[in-house]
């Protein structure tokens, strides 16, 4: 349980914890190098080997992309653990934004041999640092304290300040000067937020102490052995398989899609199946699957944002503003710049109506709709297009603002959710479902992106955000069923 915050450091930023400074700073930093070299990535992966990139067709390089961000929430499970069980939050998000920073470093290098030995580092220090961050906030207040609410507030306007900056400098660095100027602007992006954080530590708690459910000395010896091991025996089966032809680009996404599904029915079948969850709690844990299955429609939709779309505004949105060729991959930081704007306005409007807000279950609906309507409005923008032509800003700008208005309304909902309605004995473990369901939704993007390209984009975009809408639809149908069964949850 959280302690109360020094009373030095009661009210030092906007009224909170000073740490809260220094963890909003690291992720404002984390998701500029995140998010801008995401913004990237797949226009990297589908450019020319003449022209820098790696050569990939179009839908090959966005399910790559996809199956990046499956490893990345995959991992992220692994990184809740280590840091209760092993390092500490404070060491695991230190060592993770390490990690990060040498990944963006190694990828600035012009090979694809550094390419995928710095996606892997990324890989490995996202898990360790994102699902920790989030847990150090949580912890700069006591468990009673009414701020907690509000922090959180302002530090996911942190993540989507980052979300808004990163497209802006390190897409047009990428597309205007060279991919791998991207990629080190990524990496000076994470080394100041590592500075940052490091000189603003002594708000921090737990700074000084070990992981806060330390294994015994001789069973951490036997894990770090075990996970040293496990590290060195899955690169070297990699190695090999790939050596000897089996372990192809297509095999290995196929993998990730089918780890992707299995994860997280495996952590349910565990905790439905676990003497420790009592009646009660297994009950509550029917209507979580519900919602668990809406983040999965919806995130499947918002991380195309970062793949199908982004390949869509480079090849034909409209970039010319009076003469002036802008990078298409601006058009991403619209999404961050609409949660930032909206975020403040849908608090407000919670908090006008009061006990007459919609029930949970439904704002997690009404996130999964907006996410299909943002595809939807894809349909009638490039209906009937074909060959060398230019799609409107307006069309992309409508879909980015809905898809920002529903992750606000799906996220925020679905993390409160996730929670409350965990049992108890897996109450530090409650993060781990959520990065499950964003793992899966990008297995399964892994394997629908491939027929971007293959049928006409109205076709792709119509069926997909069609398939959210009905999805969102439903669970508002449940909502009587799942107001019941979700209490605490209102």
């Known amino acids: 349980m959280s302690g109360p915050p020094h009373p030095r450091d009661a009210r030092s930023f906007l009224g909170h914890p000073r740490g809260l400074l220094t963890l909003s700073g690291l992720e404002v930093w984390e998701r500029f190098s995140f998010l801008g070299m995401q913004a990237i990535l797949v226009l990297y992966f589908a450019d020319t080997v003449a022209h820098g990139g790696l050569g990939m067709a179009g839908n090959t390089a966005a399910s790559v992309t996809a199956a990046y961000g499956t490893l990345v929430y995959l991992v992220s499970v692994a990184g809740g653990w280590l840091a209760d069980r092993m390092l500490g939050s404070y060491r695991a998000v230190l060592w993770g934004g390490i990690l990060i920073a040498c990944g963006h470093y190694s990828m600035a290098v012009p090979t694809a041999t550094m390419t995928w030995v710095g996606l892997a580092l990324i890989i490995a220090g996202t898990g360790l640092l994102k699902p920790n ?52 602007a990524a990496a000076v992006g994470m080394t100041l937020g590592l500075i940052q954080y490091v000189a603003g530590r002594k708000g921090l708690a737990g700074r000084k102490h070990s992981a806060e459910f330390a294994l015994p000395p001789a069973a951490m010896r036997r894990a770090t ?3 040293v091991g496990g590290c060195v ?58 919602l668990f299955a809406a983040s999965v429609v919806f995130n499947f939709v918002l991380f195309q944002s970062y793949s199908t779309m982004t390949l869509l505004a480079a090849d034909h949105a409209d970039t010319a503003v009076l003469g002036w060729e802008f990078p298409s991959t601006w058009y991403n930081s619209v999404l961050g710049g609409a949660e930032v704007l909206l975020a403040p306005v849908v608090a407000a409007v919670w908090v006008k109506l009061g006990k007459r807000q919609p ?25 009937g297009q074909s060959g060398d032509w230019k799609m409107a800003a307006w069309w992309i700008l409508i879909s980015y603002v809905l898809l920002g208005l529903g992750d606000i309304l799906l996220e925020t909902t679905g993390m409160s959710a996730t929670t409350k309605l965990a049992p108890a004995a897996f109450a530090s473990q409650t993060m781990a479902l959520w990065f499950l369901s964003l793992a899966l939704a990008n297995g399964i993007q892994a394997q629908a992106v491939k027929f971007f390209g293959e049928i006409s984009n109205d076709l792709y975009f119509g069926l997909n955000g069609a398939f959210a809408v009905v999805a969102g639809l439903a669970v508002i149908a449940a909502g009587p069923w799942l107001r019941r069964t979700m209490h605490p949850v209102h």
């Open 133 to 184: 961050v989030s847990t150090m906030v949580g912890k700069l207040y006591a468990t009673e304290d009414e701020r907690r609410d509000a922090g959180f507030a302002l530090y996911y306007m942190g993540i989507n300040i980052g979300a808004f900056l990163a497209p802006l400098v390190i897409g047009w660095l990428g597309q205007k000067q060279g991919w791998h100027w991207g990629f080190s």
């Open 225 to 227: 052995w075990l996970i």
């Open 233 to 290: 025996l899955v690169a070297a089966v990699a190695t090999g398989l790939a050596l000897a032809g089996w372990l192809t680009m297509d095999r290995t996404v196929d993998v990730l899609t089918v780890i992707s599904v299995l994860a997280p029915v495996a952590y349910f079948v565990v905790m439905f199946r676990s003497p420790r969850v009592e009646a009660a709690e297994r009950g509550r844990l029917r209507p979580y699957l519900v």
């Open 359 to 383: 029930h949970a279950s439904h704002k997690i609906a009404y996130g999964v709709v907006l996410g299909g309507l943002s595809f939807l409005v894809m349909v009638p923008a490039t209906h």
